[in-house]
């Protein structure tokens, strides 16, 4: 009785759904004049902030070890073959013995905050701030100060990649149902990317691709190369017809 009521209640939420419209969001940004030729710059991909788990039913975050530590395995694997197809010499981020860790965690949620920004005041059009209203302006930067980052000397370019995960919960799930019935917004599941190139002389934000709702399971292989595939669509330098080979299930 509750299994059919459930999906019952599953198709009428389907049909509210389907009726609603949906407002176009950009997700890719790149400076204007910005051209990164094939073969021309060194790259340091730098740790990917990766965090994966549990969304309750009243929302809340509930990290999962577990999940976090699969989805950085395939992640990882995803972007090692990706870098070989990507037009130019793109390497691990290697910290020097002497580094400040804290240092690189300020730089990933500053590099974090940034691309928020850039999704709620120019990626969405009906939001966006009158100083980025003018055609082909993106205009962003994680300050000069980067270039102090330990590691990233002789680099041209550090990209930073993002992911994050909150699976919804049964309860959050029926909750949404309900919630639908009501009229009332309740999302069940949150996934989202960001993956942006920062000029290490000038700090400047070159291109960035972020998405509130990415695909793939990053807790699968597969889910994983999805994921770094939209991640990295559209990478200046990047060879149009240079595919990211499928990873091998066998470990």
């Not at 302006?137 to 041209?156: K, M, N, T, Y």
Request: glycine share 10%.
């Amino acid at each position: 009785m509750i299994r059919a009521l459930y999906t019952c209640l599953a198709a009428i939420v389907l049909v509210m759904l389907t009726s609603v419209p949906v407002f176009a969001q950009e997700k890719t940004g790149l400076k204007p004049g910005f051209q990164l030729k094939p073969g021309t710059a060194r790259i340091v991909l730098l740790r990917p902030s990766i965090k994966v788990g549990a969304q309750s039913t009243g929302g809340m975050f509930e990290p999962n070890a577990d999940w976090t530590a699969q989805a950085r395995e395939n992640i990882a694997a995803a972007l090692g073959l990706a870098q070989t197809s990507l037009g130019n010499i793109v390497g691990d981020y290697v910290e020097p013995g002497n580094a400040d860790p804290a240092m690189l965690a300020e730089y990933q949620e500053l590099f974090d905050a940034v691309a928020q920004s850039v999704i709620e005041y120019q990626f969405f059009p009906g939001n966006r701030l009158p100083t980025k209203k003018r055609d082909g302006q993106f205009e962003w930067s994680l300050g000069a100060d980067v270039a102090r980052l330990p590691g990233l000397a002789g680099a041209d370019y550090a990209l930073f990649v993002t992911t994050e995960d909150h699976f919804g919960s049964t309860g959050r799930k029926v909750l949404q149902v309900f919630a639908a019935l009501a009229r009332v917004p309740v999302t069940a599941g949150v996934h989202k990317g960001f993956a942006g190139l920062v000029d290490v002389r000038t700090g400047e934000l070159v291109w960035l691709n972020a998405d509130l709702q990415m695909g793939g399971d990053v807790r699968d292989a597969e889910g994983a190369q999805k994921r770094v595939r939209q991640l990295l669509e559209g990478f200046p330098g990047k060879p149009a017809d240079a595919p990211v080979t499928a990873v091998s299930a066998a470990h």
